[in-house]
């Protein structure tokens, strides 16, 4: 159990190991939650599954490799080991790029979910009211701090695991055409293959965010096991959305739909219950609050260290610029790129693109500036040896 300094002034203060649970259910909220609500109309044909499963693959390789270098004892802490691994310029730059991606990131999830909620729940409010109490929500928790943020993951999951259940009816009979999902060995190659494959592997980005926390986060005995689980539970996910929305829809209808996942919430009925999409829907705010808050926190921190300020003790003073920044780039991209169908589809295809490029040269580029810093420092070693 991590132990929470009420003392503390630092927003990113962690006082111990998170937990293996809190790992796990992290990796699943950040991967899940964009896949969940922009399901790509680009997966129409069954036979897609194998690209899933290929996609899949090559990500348990990524958080292999991500829980190898987070296990590393000697891997930099801090700003000053950060410096000593990548130089102050490319430091600087390096941070100057994660705050453009994450507050991007950040304000696609939230004008994402605050559009089905305003087309699907409430089509007559103005939706940036509902970007306001997210936003200010998302605040709330991050001044809290890292450590009660990492916790609130528990919450995330759990406040939207169960979701899935209301699902499963629709890969039974009377709901299901199994015919749907043949032929599994395509007749011809799918169209555009790599843009699919890259859309895919878009959603399982996230974890690289992980590599950040501080050492003291980091239980090196199960951290590995913790990510790999998390990792498995957004495959099984991704497979079940997949057979569910083939099963129900069919190709044919599945080409002409937009968010397939979130529109089979109305077709959902119980005998004890109608129109549950309005509590499916609200449920993934607390996933969408911590995907953002945890961000948030990390635009913070690369304001501080963009500045250099990162060994000084700082608390809150960084979370407010970061924050207006935030609001900024909402209010920007929802007045001049959220306006149109156009507009909304290449700002989210560049959220994928660029989920999809960090989360696949990230723990490469790590691995290989740790290299040639342990090559630096033999050869210094080396050249300083007594003859």
């Not at 790992?23 to 129409?44: A, E, G, H, K």
């Not at 499916?280 to 501080?304: E, G, M, N, Q």
């Not at 740790?370 to 040896?385: D, E, Q, V, Y």
Request: glycine residues 4%.
């Amino acid at each position: 159990m991590m132990k929470h300094n009420v003392h503390s002034a630092d927003l990113f203060d962690i006082s111990g190991p998170v937990e293996p649970l809190s790992w796990t259910f992290m990796v699943n909220r950040i991967q899940t939650l964009s896949y969940i609500l922009f399901f790509p109309s680009t997966f129409i044909e069954p036979s897609m599954i194998w690209i899933i499963l290929l996609a899949a693959a090559c990500s348990h390789l990524n958080i292999w490799l991500l829980a190898n270098w987070l296990r590393r004892m000697d891997r930099p802490d801090g700003y000053f080991g950060t410096v000593r691994l990548l130089g102050k310029t490319v430091l600087w730059l390096f941070s100057l790029f994660g705050l453009s991606l994450a507050l991007v990131k950040c304000a696609v999830l939230l004008l994402g979910y605050v559009d089905i909620v305003n087309n699907i729940l409430f089509p007559s409010l103005d939706p940036k009211l509902f970007v306001a109490l997210l936003l200010f929500a998302c605040l709330y928790l991050a001044r809290l701090g890292m450590e009660k943020t990492l916790r609130f993951g528990v919450i995330s999951f759990i406040g939207t695991v169960w979701v899935v259940l209301f699902y499963v009816p629709y890969i039974f009979p009377a709901n299901a055409d199994y015919y749907h999902l043949l032929p599994l060995i395509p007749e011809r190659m799918p169209p555009h293959p790599w843009h699919t494959f890259l859309t895919l592997w878009a959603a399982f980005a996230g974890p690289e965010y992980l590599l950040m926390l501080p050492k003291q986060a980091v239980d090196e005995r199960r951290i590995q096991s913790s990510l790999l689980i998390g990792n498995a539970f957004s495959i099984v996910e991704y497979v079940f959305f997949f057979v569910v929305c083939h099963l129900f829809y069919g190709s044919q209808y599945l080409r002409r739909l937009d968010l397939p996942v979130v529109q089979l919430v109305r077709y959902i009925h119980l005998p004890f219950a109608e129109r549950l999409e309005i509590i499916i829907i609200p449920a993934y705010a607390f996933s969408v609050v911590y995907v953002v808050t945890f961000l948030l926190l990390y635009a913070a921190a690369a304001l501080r260290m963009m500045t250099g300020a990162s060994d000084v003790p700082s608390g809150r003073k960084w979370l407010g610029p970061a924050f207006v920044m935030l609001c900024l780039t909402t209010m920007a991209i929802q007045y001049w790129g959220w306006a149109n169908e156009m507009g909304k589809n290449r700002w989210i295809e560049w959220h994928n693109w660029s989920d999809a490029c960090t989360y696949a040269a990230l723990p490469v580029l790590l691995m290989i500036a740790a290299l040639l810093t342990k090559k630096r420092g033999t050869r210094h070693a080396t050249n300083h040896s007594p003859d």
